[in-house]
């Protein structure tokens, strides 16, 4: 078992930035991606950025290509995402995952065994 625990959400204006952070803890031993998902109210979850153990290896969706980055500490089971030009898109409620799977798979929330509870973010225009 892994627990999660996502914070740094808060409310921003446009053009501004947040960064949230995960915490793992539980069985975090082994190598495995870590996922950021966010889902907007009436709207399906949508994989944000995923990376693998010692970040060998990561993914973006399009829609946050050049302004979010996703880095990790495995020595304190950490994961974070930098969240740059926020806009009122982005507003949603951002959840951390653990032992998603990559490659062509890696946007697919159905393959990550572990969940946060979230932490919301609100983008004002």
């Known amino acids: 078992q892994v627990q999660l625990v996502e914070s740094g959400g808060g409310s921003v204006q446009a053009g501004g930035s947040l960064t949230l952070s995960c915490l793992a803890s539980?069985?975090?031993?082994?190598?495995?991606?870590m996922a950021w998902f966010r889902q907007a109210a009436g709207q399906e979850r949508e994989a944000v950025a995923s990376?693998?153990?010692?970040?060998?290896?990561?993914y973006y969706a399009d829609s946050v290509k050049g302004r979010f980055t996703i880095s990790r500490d495995d020595a304190k089971n950490m994961v974070y995402l930098q969240m740059n030009s926020l806009n009122p898109e982005d507003t949603a409620m951002y959840y951390c995952?653990?032992?998603?799977?990559?490659?062509?798979?890696?946007?697919?929330?159905?393959?990550?065994?572990?969940w946060g509870q979230g932490t919301q973010v609100t983008v004002s225009s």
């Open positions: 995952a653990a032992k998603c799977r990559g490659g062509g798979s890696w946007y697919e929330s159905r393959f990550c065994e572990y």
């Open positions: 539980g069985d975090t031993t082994g190598y495995y991606y």
């Open positions: 990376i693998y153990t010692g970040a060998r290896s990561w």
